[in-house]
Nanobody, 128 residues
Framework: QLQLVESGGGLVTPGGSLRLSCAAS????????IGWFRQAPGKEREGVSY????????YYADSVKGRFTISRDNAKNTVYVQMNSLKPEDTAVYYC?????????????????????WGQGTQVTVSS
């Protein structure tokens, strides 16, 4: 069974940067596309970014486009999201999740129920 663990969250001032990691165990990550999601208090979970299993296809939410960069290292079984120019509205719990590459249907905007394995989340707080 695929297990995902996020790390790298924390408190950062506006304009700062963080890099989140999503480490996989149990199965090889190369068979899965990965999505990053976030959920702020009182709001629905939303898709932030997506990367295909090979890394060749990426998508971003309009709110983070140009500031966030998703990448993956299949040899390390890890996916990353580099977050620059952070804003207070980026404050949320960030989750990574895996989508089987064989799963049909729309890739972006993401359908949360298509993601079968989720990490526990890591808190990102952007505040002065």
């Amino acid at each position: 069974q695929l297990q995902l663990v996020e790390s790298g969250g924390g408190l950062v001032t506006p304009g700062g940067s963080l890099r989140l990691s999503c480490a996989a165990s149990g199965r090889t990550l190369k068979n899965y596309a990965i999505g990053w999601f976030r959920q702020a208090p009182g709001k629905e979970r939303e898709g932030v970014s997506y990367i295909s299993s090979s890394g060749g296809i990426t998508y971003y939410a309009d709110s983070v486009k140009g500031r966030f960069t998703i990448s993956r290292d299949n040899a390390k079984n890890t996916v990353y999201v580099q977050m620059n120019s952070l804003k207070p509205e980026d404050t949320a719990v960030y989750y990574c999740a895996a989508r089987d590459t064989q799963w049909p249907g729309r890739i972006w905007p993401p359908v949360l129920s298509d993601y079968k394995s989720w990490g526990q989340g890591t808190q990102v707080t952007v505040s002065s």
